[in-house]
């Protein structure tokens, strides 16, 4: 898998934007990139996941850059329950590993009342 | 039952004890996955099943042994563990598509286990 390299922890006040930035500049013009997040005592939950432009859902945005050597997550207002350690993934789907998710350490998100 | 399910959530075992993990699916999705996430460690995945195929072990001990007898359906057997064998075990499912692509991973809440 390509490798992505992300803070160790950020911290944000609710109610505020937050900006979870991640690198990958070994990224190949197939990888997709995605996004999970593990709340304390729970399983990951996926996030989001793009490829080349940017991307909006309920829970999130994700930001490409032109090169896509570099992504954004963005939580538009965050909530105390979006506190949660924080995943940039791009998953090898080739040979027959199919989906195969490799997990780094993540960007702890603390967020203040 | 919605999503990914797995019990027990919490197991004591001691080294000697045979146990077994089981997860199931109620996405209608053809890949089941085993991760294991230790104290301070990042999420290491152990079994990738698609069609109930194994494709993926990933250097795990004989110790655990996986079953994947449906697509619905994933276990973990375990037999003769170790104390450094307690973790979390997650179990995943996902939709694989003709090209081999899959994107979203929905996982269970894990199972708790501790190797006395």
Redesign the interface.
């Known amino acids: 898998d390509a490798k992505t390299t992300q803070p160790n922890s950020m911290e944000s006040n609710e109610e505020e934007p937050v900006h979870l930035p991640c690198n990958h500049s070994t990224i190949s013009g197939t990888d ?1 990139i ?1 996004w ?1 997040r593990q709340l304390p005592s ?5 996030v989001i ?1 793009g490829l080349t432009s940017n991307v909006n859902n309920r829970m999130a945005s994700l930001a490409i850059a032109e090169d896509r050597k570099s992504s954004t997550l963005i939580l538009h207002r965050a909530t105390l329950r979006d506190a949660a350690v924080y995943y940039c993934i791009l ?1 090898n ?2 040979g ?11 960007t702890i998100l603390t967020v203040h009342p | 039952e919605t999503g990914v399910t797995q019990t027990p959530r919490h197991l004591v075992m001691g080294m000697t004890n045979k146990k077994s993990l089981k997860c199931e699916q109620h996405l209608g999705h053809n890949a089941m996955y085993w991760y294991k996430q230790s104290a301070k460690k990042p999420l290491e995945l152990m079994f990738v099943y698609n069609f109930k195929e194994q494709t993926e072990n990933n250097s795990v001990p004989s110790r655990f042994s996986p079953e994947c007898p449906n697509s619905s359906h994933l276990f973990l057997h375990l037999h003769t563990l170790q104390p450094e064998d307690s973790a979390l075990y997650l179990c995943a499912s996902s939709q694989v598509f003709w090209d081999r692509t899959t994107y979203e991973q929905y996982f269970g809440p894990g199972t708790r286990l501790t190797v006395t």
């Open positions: 997709y995605h999970y729970q399983g990951p939950e996926y996941h998953p789907a080739g027959t590993s199919y989906g195969k998710l490799t997990f780094g350490q993540g």
